[in-house]
């Protein structure tokens, strides 16, 4: 039998495992915080614990972090981090300091089905779902290794943003018992308005987790229409822009904060110009739901086609929306000189799928119209 990692587990999980293993259920608490709040993976330090629970954790479980390809630190304090999840695929893990808050933005999957057009994950194709314990492993490593890296003993990570590689919400039941992690007292204690599921869209799921476990919740708009939309992100064909947004307003009863932020990363001549400003305003309008902007500078990389929009015209069009009254923000642009920024992997990580070339494949064929001959039928050919 292999032993069980047992950054697996929410705490209702190790209970039960703990109760498998004929143990009282509370000890599964004790032992949940020596992993999480401790960063404790040896048994035999867990001294609170009786011995006869120890020897048999010892043959049927283990804790264990994902192997560190590399570790990139920043002149600005940004850390970034690619994890081996096996096959020759990797995960990144990013952590942004900041003077009142650490951030660390997490993985949930090893590239990403959904495909956008400006993400160097999307266009590395999909690999698989990262379990519940490589999703915690990010934060477990993370926390514990700033902690003696910053010589600090209290809490270093306040934050955390399902912003790294993947589509959380197509990663559902892994993520579930993930985030009940992040949010565990007897864990690492964060608050629901500081955990935030980004999501490209996928609404029966963005449902599901107002009621499993409600947090904040970024939704990656980048387009007004669905036109556009459609192009920009594929998986606006199936759950098409005012689905999504009647689905942030459902979402607004459940979730911590009293609104939706929207992502919306700013391509030169794409989707930046006037017109798409005063789109976005009329669509929120329409849905009427409670929301904040947040526009992104675009990271470019070469097989996207796409470029970054000049800074004049970021400012404008931020302009544009906050004087209709929509609460706007530029993200700053951190970590620059490690590629620390969102998607920037794609050229470390080895591309087993030969995904890009697939993606232009598809492209060319979802572009091209097909148009048959026409064969004029006569009376006399029936
Ligand atoms: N799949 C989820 C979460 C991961 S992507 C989602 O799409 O929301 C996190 C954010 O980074 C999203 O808003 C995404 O649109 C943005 N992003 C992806 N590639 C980017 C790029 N090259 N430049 C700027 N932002 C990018
Ligand atoms: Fe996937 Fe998000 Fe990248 Fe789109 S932006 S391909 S949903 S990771």
């Known amino acids: 039998m292999t032993a ?6 929410d705490l209702e999980g190790l209970a039960a495992f703990c109760e498998k293993l004929g143990e009282k259920k509370f000890r599964a608490t004790q032992l949940f915080r020596w992993i999480h709040q401790r960063g404790a993976s040896d048994f035999t330090q867990m001294t609170d614990l009786a011995k006869s629970l120890r020897e048999k954790l010892a043959t049927t479980a283990r804790v264990e972090a994902l192997p560190v390809v590399t570790q990139h630190e920043s002149k600005d304090g940004t850390i970034k981090w690619l994890f081996d999840v096996g096959d020759g695929n990797a995960v990144e893990a990013v952590f942004i300091p900041e003077d009142d808050r650490g951030t660390l933005c997490v993985s949930s999957q090893a590239g990403c089905a959904v495909g956008c057009r400006f993400c160097s994950t999307g266009h590395q ?6 379990s519940t314990g490589e999703i915690v492993a990010q934060l477990w490593f993370a926390e514990h290794f700033l902690r003696k890296h910053l010589k600090r003993n209290e809490r270093v990570i306040s934050n955390v943003v399902m912003m790294g590689m993947g589509e959380p919400l197509q990663n559902y039941s892994a993520l579930v018992p993930a985030l009940r992690t992040m949010l565990d007292d007897n864990a690492y204690g964060l608050s629901r308005r ?17 009621i499993d476990c409600a947090v904040a919740m970024a939704v990656s708009l980048h387009a007004p229409n669905d036109a556009l939309r459609d192009d920009l992100v594929p998986l606006n064909r199936k759950y098409p822009i005012a689905e999504l947004l009647e689905a942030c307003k459902r979402y607004l009863a459940y979730a911590p904060r009293d609104f939706i932020t929207f992502e919306y990363c700013m391509l ?14 009329e669509l929120v309008r329409t849905h009427d739901v409670s929301c904040k902007f947040n526009l992104i500078p675009f990271n470019p990389f070469p097989a996207s086609g796409l470029l970054r929009s000049p800074q ?11 004087e209709a009254g929509l609460v706007t923000t530029v993200r700053k642009t951190r970590g620059d000189d490690i590629d620390a920024a969102c998607g920037q992997l794609a050229g470390d990580v080895k ?9 232009a494949q598809r492209r060319a064929s979802e572009r091209t119209i097909v148009l048959h001959p026409v064969r004029k039928t006569t009376p006399l050919e029936h």
Request: net charge positive; charged share 25%; proline share 5%.
């Open 351 to 359: 591309d087993r799928t030969r995904a890009a070339e697939r993606m």
């Open 4 to 9: 069980v990692n047992l950054l697996e587990f």
């Open 125 to 130: 194709g999909f690999s698989r779902n990262l």
């Open 268 to 281: 030169d001549g794409v989707n930046d110009q006037p017109e798409h400003a005063r789109q976005l305003i």
């Open 194 to 210: 500081r955990v935030t599921v980004s999501t490209s869209g996928v609404v029966p799921m963005i449902d599901r987790l107002g």
């Open 312 to 322: 004049p015209r970021v400012l404008a069009f931020a302009k544009t929306l906050s």
